[in-house]
Structure formats: structure tokens, C-alpha cells
């Protein structure tokens, strides 16, 4: 299994917008071969020390797939690159850390 931790910085007040597309293209997301979970997250509040501040114009999007080859065809697939384009104005910044449980 390998797991995506991809962190989404936006331009200030794009978040709901940005939101909004996500909630389109997961069902579709979710229905490609080797797709595991997809699904967006947004900070919130715990109290615990330890949390960075948290961060008005960031999406978090935690995936998890059964393959690498799973998750290179999801890169390429044509909904992703529509989806690319229909946010291009939204980002300002994306950062992936992809990962494997141990």
C-alpha cells in the first residue's frame, strides 16, 4: 500500500472554491483501480501542543493506493489533468510526500 500525503497551499480566500472541486472529483477519484481512500482535510483546532498553527489556506489530501503504478496512472489520468486546469488560479503551491507503512 502506498500512501500520499499531498499539501495543497492557496491563494487567500480560494479555499471554499478550491473545496468545492475536490468535491466533485472524488467520487471519480475514488472509483480508479487501485484507489484506496481520497479524501481532503482542513486544520482544525486541538489544543494539543505539539500542532503546527494552523493554516487558513491549506488543503491537506490524504490518499492511500494499492500501488505505485496505481497512483502513477491516477497522475496522468485525463479527469486529473481537467481538474489541474480547472484550479491552475486557486494554487499557489502543492508538496506530495508519498509513503509506505512499516
Keep these: 500500500m502506498i500512501v500520499v500525503v499531498a499539501t495543497v497551499e492557496l491563494r487567500p480566500g480560494a479555499r471554499e ?3 468545492a472541486e475536490l468535491a466533485a472529483l472524488a ?5 480508479e483501480t487501485g484507489c484506496i481512500e481520497y479524501w481532503p482535510t482542513v486544520d482544525v483546532a486541538s ?9 487558513s489556506d491549506v488543503v491537506t489530501i490524504v490518499e492511500k ?3 505505485l503504478p496505481a497512483l ?9 489533468q ?3 486546469l480547472r484550479v491552475v488560479d486557486l494554487v499557489a503551491k502543492t508538496a506530495l510526500q508519498v ?4
Design 27 to 31: 467520487p471519480v477519484v475514488l472509483r
Design 65 to 67: 493506493w494499492e500501488s
Design 82 to 84: 481537467a481538474y489541474r
Design 17 to 19: 472554491r478550491f473545496l
Design 47 to 55: 489544543g494539543l501542543g505539539a500542532q503546527v498553527p494552523l493554516r
Design 99 to 102: 509513503l509506505a507503512p512499516q
Design 72 to 80: 502513477a496512472a491516477h497522475a496522468v489520468a485525463p479527469h486529473m
